[in-house]
């Protein structure tokens, strides 16, 4: 199970997601912590298209390739404006000579609105870059990666990453001889033990 992470991300930039597993589930919410509840969102990745529409928790989820590009767009609705207020009735005619009602009376033609209501309820899209990468392990950086998982163990590799040299050859034979290995010196001859002693 992989613990869920929370990040703001802005909308118009590129965010990079590490994958621990082919699956991406995001859970979108407003600045104010409010789910994006029930909005239509199209995730575009590699040449994969999803269309869907959010949970009630405001999330999505769907297998992913790793090491891909996409794109996230989300159709928010605005809220339903609430209905105008009810124009209050207008007084009668102030007899002339009397002074006027107090207070005055306020009525919706008092504050026009410039904004026509069909603009306002208009869908907003939200969009996000992905950039999506698989977790860097053993298979991607073997080399080293196992490396630093030898260091990881208390076997010294002095200043070696990356191009295997005399010093990691000693802590493969280290690695080997307190584990009962037959000692080669190589590194994929340990990757199994080594990957089980470091994830121990």
């Known amino acids: ?15 990079t997601f590490i994958l621990k597993q082919r699956r ?5 919410v407003d600045p104010h912590e409010v789910p994006y509840a029930d909005q239509e969102y199209i995730l575009t990745v590699g040449r994969t298209e999803h269309c869907g529409r959010t949970a009630a928790d ?16 989300l159709k ?16 009668a005619a102030t007899p002339q000579g009397a002074p006027p009602p107090y207070p005055p009376t306020v009525s919706e033609e008092d504050f026009p609105d410039a904004t026509p209501a069909k603009a306002a309820a208009e869908p907003v899209t939200l969009h996000w870059a992905l950039q999506l990468q698989s977790l860097a392990g053993f298979e991607s950086d073997a080399v080293t990666a196992a ?34 290995l037959p000692e080669t010196g190589q590194l994929p001859d340990i990757r199994r033990e080594l990957i089980r002693q470091h994830d121990a």
């Open 147 to 180: 490396q630093e998982r030898l260091h990881n163990l208390g076997f010294c590799i002095e200043g070696e990453r990356g191009a295997p040299g005399a010093s990691t050859r000693a802590a493969v034979r280290a690695f080997q001889r307190r584990h009962g």
């Open 58 to 73: 405001g999330s999505l989820s769907h297998e992913v390739p790793g090491l891909a590009q996409g794109e996230l767009l």
């Open 24 to 28: 991406l589930h995001l859970v979108l």
């Open 1 to 15: 199970m992989v613990s869920p992470r929370t990040a703001p991300i802005r909308t118009g930039n590129t965010s």
């Open 76 to 91: 928010v609705r605005p809220p339903l404006a609430p209905p105008p207020p009810r124009a209050s009735p207008r007084h």
